[in-house]
């Protein structure tokens, strides 16, 4: 099914549900085609020339239409209230405990033109924002004094890398205008609004580079806001985010 659908590659846990979703929608969508097709053509065969040649200035003399409307409504309610809200309420309620099982936890920052991955150390930790500290040096407020925060680290370079078969928590917010934080092969959309920070949660399942884009017009560069979302396995990350200098080294660049 999904190769007729033309669904691009998947490759996070709670994908298949999204895929699924999608392809009921276009199975609904292609059935009400059908019908409403079947109906315009009855329309041309009961309504035509040779059989009503003569206009009818009273119209409709029941109320057939307002029950059709009314039971289209009452159908629109009920795929609502049955796909979409459970739907999301299984996406809520799945948000996994890091206190409780191992979880990668980062923080993704849009901002005009690229994004920004901030990873706490070893501690488990993020180390304190203050808005006294923002500077063209220092976007984020970063309080270099605060012990929390001397092992995180921020990638600048619009790479993001998560382990594979592990429960991610990306924590998105922006530094400026509206961007949305989109990888297609995990199947996650989310827009990145300044003051707030909204959490996603996905487990990768398979190994690779995808693009990341950004699903909101930022602004003229909006064309080149994109990055890398690397999946790789537990030792690679390990070694990958060893590699970076943390906060406390004061190796944190973002020019």
Known sequence: MMKYFGLPVLASKHGADVDRLVIYIHLL???LFVGWA??????????????????????ARTHASTYV?????????????????????????????????????LRVIGRQFNWIGRYPGADGKFGANKLEL?????????????PAGKDDVVVESSEIVVPVNRPVIAHITSLDVIHSFKVVAMRITQDATPGFSVPVHFVPTLTNT???????????????????????????FDAWLRSKPTIGAGAVSYE
């Open 29 to 31: 969508m292609a059935l």
């Open 38 to 59: 079947a109906y315009f053509l009855y329309v041309c065969w009961r309504f035509r020339a040779s059989r009503a040649n003569r206009a009818d200035y009273v119209g």
């Open 134 to 146: 923002v500077a063209s040096d220092n976007p984020l407020g970063l309080d270099k004094a605060d």
């Open 210 to 236: 995808y693009q990341i884009q950004c699903s909101q017009l930022c602004g003229n560069g909006h064309y080149s806001m994109r990055g890398y979302f690397k999946v790789v396995s537990q030792e690679e």
């Open 69 to 105: 409307e009314v039971a289209v409504a009452v159908a629109e309610m009920v795929l609502l209230f049955a796909l979409a809200v459970p739907f999301w309420a299984n996406a809520a309620d799945g948000m996994p405990d890091p206190e409780k099982e191992p979880c990668t936890v």
